[in-house]
């Protein structure tokens, strides 16, 4: 079975950092482009982000440009994300997904003083 | 990048009745976009790929069609279950995006 677990939601205050993960299981990693997705609480869905399966590809969307760093460890089955100078617009249940039928069950990220 | 307009942004609806949501690119994406589902909850659901293609295990009330800038996702006969929002999302791009979303009621 597929799975895709994220580390576990944190509160942070406004302009901190927090790095997410997500093991990955049941499938190989490093053959796959993974990406991380986020929702507000009752809002609809954003892509965040994207890697290629060896690391050499990336993108960001506009909203977390120069502030999000996404990397992954295929050798631990791992995906990353760093995120800077956070903002409470930030906040939300952040998704690590392996489109399009691959979805982790969340994290919640709280950015709040 | 590409953006994704979903209308309607909710809907009511009775059991037995036939749901269109629409959803436009603002550039042509082929037929690379998929439909979603998703309960309060839970993490979202494919239920449409490649703008037409039911995934499998998906009952086949749920149907999707278009091409280009514009298509249309139908549940031909709404069934209690059903209550959820559904997402469209294109991967011509990328950068993915997806729609607002459409909050179906009965």
């Known amino acids: 079975e597929v799975q895709l677990v994220e580390s576990a939601g944190v509160v942070v205050q406004p302009g901190g950092s927090l790095r997410l993960s997500c093991v990955v299981s049941?499938?190989?990693?490093?053959?796959?482009?993974m990406h991380w997705v986020r929702q507000v609480a009752g809002k609809g869905l954003e892509w965040v982000s994207l890697?290629?399966?060896?690391?050499?590809?990336?993108y960001y969307s506009d909203s977390v440009e120069g502030r999000f760093t996404i990397s992954r460890d295929n050798s631990k089955n791992s995906l990353f994300l760093q995120m800077n100078s956070l903002r409470t617009d930030d906040s939300g249940l952040y998704y690590c997904?392996?489109?399009?039928?691959?979805w982790g069950r969340g994290t919640l990220v709280s950015v709040s003083s | 990048d590409i953006r994704m307009t979903q209308s309607p942004s909710s809907l009511s609806a009775s059991v037995g009745d036939r749901v269109t949501i629409t959803c436009q690119a603002t550039q042509n994406i082929l037929n690379h976009l998929n439909w979603f589902q998703q309960k309060p909850g839970n993490a979202p659901k494919l239920l449409i790929y490649g703008a037409s293609n039911l995934e499998t295990g998906v009952p086949s009330r749920f149907s999707g069609s278009g091409s280009g800038t514009d298509f249309t996702f139908t549940i031909s006969s709404l069934q209690p279950e059903d209550i959820a929002t559904y997402y469209c999302q294109q991967y011509d791009d990328l950068r993915l995006s997806f729609g607002g979303g459409t909050k179906v009621e009965i």
């Open positions: 890697i290629s399966w060896n690391g050499a590809t990336t």
């Open positions: 997904v392996k489109f399009p039928r691959t």
């Open positions: 049941g499938l190989s990693s490093n053959e796959n482009t």
